[in-house]
């Protein structure tokens, strides 16, 4: 399988996965570049996975279907062009012979998915949107604080050799952010200097890992006593509180700069 982020507008990945033949594509906010590179690789897109409704994730789906009769699946409980198989926590599907096991994980809007494969030649991997990236996460359009705590715990759970294929190229601000919180973590000084490496070769970040994001995010760490200080510092979060240092967190990222 050949797992390929292909970049859009500013900052998006549009990740497209293909097996020489068939393809699938991830949240085409824009068809331009999705078609373009199914049509010189000469690949039949089959299936359309949409992680939630903005436009920069849905934009591209309907010229998408129209040109490829490929399958649209997306959020139950979201507006998505029609038609669209519609998929909750629980559903499992398969595209390219692979499976995809749903996760419901609301807080960067209120119906948000993700789409976790267990095994794809050899690792898992998980499509999550909006909600986990490199070194930060999305923002809370529609969601609390504590929908998004447990969206990102449940992510968090998944196995640590699992690729985190995220919609955004935000890693190196997100990481200085997370260095402000952290300035002691040594992970997070090596991974932010590897990344800084990458970016000025033009090369994307991403897929990272769970494991990774379970060493150097933030937002993922507010159990560990020096971000739960960090929090308390912030606002005066209560430190014993993973909710209370998560919302914190997200506050002291929003105004940062
Ligand atoms: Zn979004
Ligand atoms: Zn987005």
Redesign the pocket.
Known sequence: MNLIPLPAFQD?YLWLLHDGQRALVV?P?DAGPVQAYLDANALQLEAILVT?H?A??TGGVDALRDASGARVYGPAHERIPEPVTRLAEGDAIEVLGLRFEVLDVPGHTAGHIAYFSPDIDGAPLVFC??TLFSGGC?RLFEGTPRQMFDSLSKLAALPGATRVCC??EYTLGNLKFATAVEPDNAQLIHYRQQCEQRRSRGEPTLPSTIALENEVNPFLRTRQPAVAQAAHRFDAADEADPVAVFAALRQWKNEFR
């Open positions: 998006n949240d906010g939630h903005h920069d994730h949107g909006d999305g919609t955004h």
